[in-house]
């Protein structure tokens, strides 16, 4: 198979795929970088850490994420894509509520106390 066969099998599967959602693949598409992008945050912030820890900014992708692939599932009228991200982004909420309580109780969280708290049990 030449460069070229590879090339226009790939555009006519890009196609067929957007035909009749446009706009919604791309929103998808976009979707899912948001939501990947937590897991990139998180692998910089443990490399950095030099240990596995989970940043604050995971829960903001993951609840932008969560809710642009929400949303999503609305318009598509996927249930299971529904289903699946409903609870994750009651779940992706919760810990950023818990996350501002904490830093209102104690006000202003300092970078060695935000790293142990973050720390993920090895």
Not at 92 to 107: P, V, W
Not at 110 to 121: I, K, L, M, S
């Amino acid at each position: 198979m030449h460069w070229l066969d590879i090339q226009n099998w790939l555009y006519g599967w890009w196609q067929d795929a957007t035909a009749e959602k446009g706009w919604l693949v791309v929103f998808g598409l976009a979707a899912q970088a948001m939501f990947m992008a937590r897991f990139i945050v998180q692998w910089l912030a443990s490399e950095k850490a030099k240990r596995s820890v989970v940043p604050e900014a995971f829960w903001y992708f993951s609840l932008a994420g969560g809710l642009m692939i929400f949303t999503y599932g609305i318009l598509d009228r996927d249930l299971v894509v529904i289903a699946g991200q409903l609870p994750a982004v009651a779940i992706y909420t919760r810990n950023l509520h818990l996350i501002r309580q904490e830093k209102r109780l104690k006000g202003r969280v300092d970078p060695d106390d935000e790293a142990r708290r973050e720390a993920v049990a090895e």
